[in-house]
RNA sequence: GUGCCCAUAGCUCAGUGGACAGAGCAUUGGAUUGCGGAUCCAAGGGUCGGAGGUUCAAAUCCUCUUGGGCACGCCA
């Protein structure tokens, strides 16, 4: 094997370890060999060239021109000159005022799978080891339904629960459900007068969702229900058995339901501790505020002034609290409890305003971690025609959304494979990733438009594409197996894997840089698109030359390269929360 | 009115100061008498909203501006 020192070892850069060959790094040695120190370390300079023709990587010459006082293609060419190739570098080119530099892509190709096929991805736990990071995500108001509007909070902290955890992090999932509040007295008040058990047993979402509708729709006409509706939370919060028994019960079946949902999208949850868990530390959390000597009172309502921008409202005029006075005994409470290094809330963009008072009103209070305590935006999905108003009841359940697009997986699935084991179950992976996946490709911030066939297309860039790459390198792997009566795939010899192979194995090598980038960006998009690129080389790698030949020894190298690929497409979609099907 | 976000191909979007701005969808044309055609290859398609500025170099950074979205002390 060749010993090129840079496999497998740590990166000085980021101290992070990993598997990853970074050539990157054994360019700049090689660069700092040749040209001394003097011109600093040209690291971060090394980049990928636009084009093939310009080389596997490129360092443009720019920076040592004003640092040397001469003409950068000068620059280029003596440095093109100098250079001893050797090791991973095959050659050195200069082209204008580009350094251009050449791999031996062979010996790459081969050290970057046989590096990928002996990890477990253990290295990159380190990252997080004994650190703790709380997310808080989804967070669905039980009082209404569960639309399409909560899916991006739900898959994109769901994602980034895994990500984490991937790396090494201890995580805390919080769902902050909205179970407390006015509008459970409007609830409570609306089924004293219409209420029926049975529906409420039959589909309780759904029909807390018709009661709260029906409610406003009728208090348009009937104003005095409003007050009564208030009435009925003055006597919950006081602890009147009725309301408290009513509330109980939309609470537990609600999350029930939820619970069924998180499950079809491989979302799970540490705590439902939802916004009712907060009330009893409410009063000591304004103490603790006021304490800090930071309050003001305005118009006989307790305020923090904050600087450029609106002050942060802690209690009203009438003495009850807010949904910020809520979130502030909620993070003290987490700090206490999980001690966290990292805080995340994964909330609409809508909020940031009240998410930067929060922090700045934590930080005002002395609390240095309020730094790292970040919220995680995102852009809302909007209707075509109409915006999407939960009182008058035109809303997309996730449940329907989901429903449709496994159907129309099982339809598919019915044409081109009914031979396919667990049709159900694999029909409800295609359907429930294409619906995921749709999320997840996009940058978070921004706004997605809602769009049935966009939103359960199962073709180009799409989950689909990547659980059909992923099934077809496993049915590959088990004919490969068979066809030489080995137990998996172990053997590599030293015949080249091609140009497509190359592109495999430089876009595999990168995975734990990905991942760390998504971590560090909040941004589980960059680990979907990825995956894109990854099952994309693949496909071209795959068209490009047949796996299973007559020669034993091309066969079990070329099944490495295509056991590689199912490996991080399988790891990369559970950090998706995708299922990667062996069958479809 | 103030603040924040967004604007790149017909549509949906990548693009972390570097060479001629890239994908998918859609359109058009190809590929398999052998590993899964939910695949692959190719073609056409661009004033990176506009104007200044910084820089050797700007889709990327700064200022202004246009269009769209969101938020702005007694909801969450």
Same mark, same amino acid.
């Given at each position: 094997? !060749?010993?090129?020192?840079?496999?497998?070892?740590?990166?000085?850069?980021?101290?992070?370890?990993?598997?990853?060959?970074?050539?990157? /790094?054994?360019?700049?040695?090689?660069?700092?060999?040749?040209?001394?120190?003097?011109?600093?370390?040209?690291?971060?300079?090394?980049?990928?060239?636009?084009?093939?023709?310009?080389?596997?990587?490129?360092?443009?010459?720019?920076?040592?021109?004003?640092?040397? #006082?001469?003409?950068?293609?000068?620059?280029?060419?003596?440095?093109?000159?100098?250079?001893?190739?050797?090791?991973?570098?095959?050659?050195?080119?200069?082209?204008?005022?580009?350094?251009?530099?050449?791999?031996?892509?062979?010996?790459?190709?081969?050290?970057?799978?046989?590096?990928?096929?002996?990890?477990?991805?253990?290295?990159?736990?380190?990252?997080? =080891?004994?650190?703790?990071?709380?997310?808080?995500?989804?967070?669905? $108001?039980?009082?209404? %339904?569960?639309?399409?509007?909560?899916?991006?909070?739900?898959?994109?902290? @769901?994602?980034?629960?895994?990500?984490?955890?991937?790396?090494?992090?201890?995580?805390?999932?919080?769902?902050?459900?909205?179970?407390?509040?006015?509008?459970?007295?409007?609830?409570?008040?609306?089924?004293?007068?219409?209420?029926?058990?049975?529906?409420?047993?039959?589909?309780?979402?759904?029909?807390?969702?018709? !009661?709260?509708?029906?409610?406003?729709?009728?208090?348009?006409?009937?104003?005095?229900?409003?007050?009564?509706?208030?009435?009925?939370?003055?006597?919950?919060? #006081? @602890?009147?058995?009725?309301?408290?028994?009513?509330?109980?019960?939309?609470?537990?079946?609600?999350?029930?339901?939820?619970?069924?949902?998180?499950?079809?999208?491989?979302?799970?949850?540490?705590?439902?501790?939802? =916004?009712?868990?907060?009330?009893?530390?409410?009063?000591?959390?304004?103490?603790?505020?006021?304490?800090?000597?930071?309050?003001?009172?305005?118009?006989?309502?307790?305020?923090?002034?904050? &600087?450029?921008?609106? %002050?942060?409202?802690?209690? #009203?005029?009438?003495?009850?609290?807010?949904?910020?006075?809520?979130?502030?005994?909620?993070?003290?409470?987490?700090?206490?409890?999980?001690?966290?290094?990292?805080?995340?809330?994964?909330? @609409?963009?809508?909020?940031?305003?009240?998410?930067?008072?929060?922090?700045?009103?934590?930080?005002?209070?002395?609390?240095?971690?309020?730094?790292?305590?970040?919220?995680? &935006?995102?852009?809302?999905?909007?209707?075509?025609?109409?915006?999407?108003?939960?009182?008058?009841?035109?809303?997309?359940?996730?449940?329907? +959304?989901?429903? /449709?697009?496994?159907?129309?997986?099982?339809?598919?699935?019915?044409?081109?494979?009914?031979?396919?084991? $667990?049709? +159900?179950?694999?029909? =409800?992976?295609?359907?429930?990733?294409?619906?995921?996946?749709?999320?997840?490709?996009?940058?978070?911030?921004?706004?997605?438009?809602?769009?049935?066939?966009?939103?359960?297309?199962?073709?180009? *860039?799409?989950?689909?594409?990547?659980?059909?790459?992923?099934?077809?390198?496993?049915?590959?792997?088990?004919?490969?197996?068979?066809?030489?009566?080995?137990?998996?795939?172990?053997?590599?010899?030293?015949?080249?894997?091609?140009?497509?192979?190359?592109?495999?194995?430089?876009?595999? $090598?990168?995975?734990?840089?990905?991942?760390?980038?998504?971590?560090?960006?909040?941004?589980?998009?960059?680990?979907?698109?990825?995956?894109? =690129?990854?099952?994309?080389?693949?496909?071209?790698?795959?068209?490009?030359?047949?796996?299973?030949?007559?020669?034993?020894?091309?066969?079990?190298?070329?099944?490495?390269?295509?056991?590689?690929?199912?490996?991080?497409?399988?790891?990369?979609? *559970?950090?998706?929360?995708?299922?990667?099907?062996?069958?479809?």
């Amino acid at each position: 094997m !060749l010993s090129c020192g840079i496999c497998c070892s740590s990166n000085p850069d980021t101290g992070e370890r990993g598997m990853a060959i970074d050539v990157k /790094r054994f360019l700049a040695q090689k660069l700092l060999e040749t040209v001394g120190e003097d011109a600093g370390d040209p690291y971060g300079l090394i980049e990928r060239p636009p084009k093939e023709e310009f080389g596997d990587y490129a360092i443009p010459c720019f920076g040592f021109a004003k640092k040397f #006082k001469k003409d950068p293609k000068l620059i280029a060419s003596d440095l093109a000159s100098q250079i001893t190739p050797g090791g991973l570098l095959a050659k050195a080119e200069s082209l204008g005022p580009y350094l251009n530099l050449y791999i031996d892509r062979k010996v790459f190709t081969k050290e970057a799978i046989l590096a990928l096929r002996r990890t477990g991805f253990e290295e990159i736990r380190a990252d997080g =080891e004994g650190k703790t990071v709380v997310i808080d995500y989804s967070s669905p $108001n039980i009082a209404k %339904p569960f639309g399409i509007g909560h899916l991006r909070s739900t898959v994109i902290g @769901g994602s980034l629960k895994r990500i984490f955890s991937f790396c090494g992090f201890k995580t805390v999932g919080i769902n902050h459900i909205g179970d407390w509040g006015t509008q459970f007295g409007k609830l409570i008040s609306a089924y004293r007068r219409w209420g029926d058990e049975r529906a409420l047993e039959h589909d309780p979402i759904r029909y807390l969702y018709d !009661l709260y509708v029906r409610f406003h729709a009728e208090a348009e006409k009937t104003p005095q229900f409003e007050q009564e509706g208030r009435e009925w939370f003055n006597r919950l919060e #006081k @602890g009147d058995e009725e309301a408290r028994e009513l509330w109980r019960r939309f609470r537990s079946l609600s999350i029930e339901e939820f619970k069924r949902i998180y499950e079809r999208l491989d979302v799970s949850f540490d705590y439902y501790t939802g =916004e009712s868990f907060y009330e009893d530390l409410l009063d000591e959390t304004v103490k603790a505020v006021k304490a800090s000597g930071i309050t003001q009172m305005s118009e006989g309502a307790l305020v923090v002034p904050l &600087p450029d921008m609106p %002050p942060a409202l802690i209690r #009203k005029q009438d003495g009850s609290t807010l949904y910020l006075t809520r979130d502030i005994a909620a993070v003290l409470y987490r700090k206490k409890e999980y001690d966290f290094d990292v805080a995340l809330y994964v909330v @609409g963009s809508p909020q940031a305003l009240h998410f930067k008072q929060l922090f700045t009103v934590l930080a005002r209070m002395g609390k240095g971690w309020a730094e790292r305590c970040h919220h995680v &935006p995102f852009g809302q999905i909007r209707f075509a025609d109409e915006a999407m108003s939960t009182r008058k009841g035109n809303i997309v359940f996730l449940e329907e +959304v989901l429903d /449709r697009a496994a159907s129309l997986a099982r339809g598919i699935i019915e044409e081109k494979n009914p031979g396919v084991r $667990n049709k +159900v179950e694999t029909a =409800e992976a295609i359907g429930v990733g294409a619906v995921i996946f749709n999320d997840l490709k996009n940058s978070r911030i921004k706004d997605i438009a809602f769009d049935w066939d966009e939103m359960l297309n199962f073709n180009g *860039e799409t989950g689909v594409y990547l659980q059909y790459t992923h099934a077809r390198i496993k049915s590959l792997l088990l004919k490969l197996e068979k066809r030489y009566k080995i137990p998996g795939i172990e053997a590599v010899s030293d015949i080249s894997f091609g140009e497509e192979g190359y592109e495999v194995a430089r876009l595999l $090598n990168e995975f734990e840089a990905q991942v760390r980038r998504a971590r560090s960006e909040f941004e589980p998009s960059v680990i979907a698109r990825y995956l894109l =690129e990854v099952a994309k080389a693949f496909n071209g790698f795959y068209n490009a030359h047949r796996v299973i030949t007559g020669d034993r020894d091309e066969s079990l190298s070329r099944g490495l390269v295509a056991d590689c690929c199912r490996k991080v497409l399988s790891q990369g979609l *559970e950090l998706l929360c995708i299922r990667a099907i062996e069958e479809m």
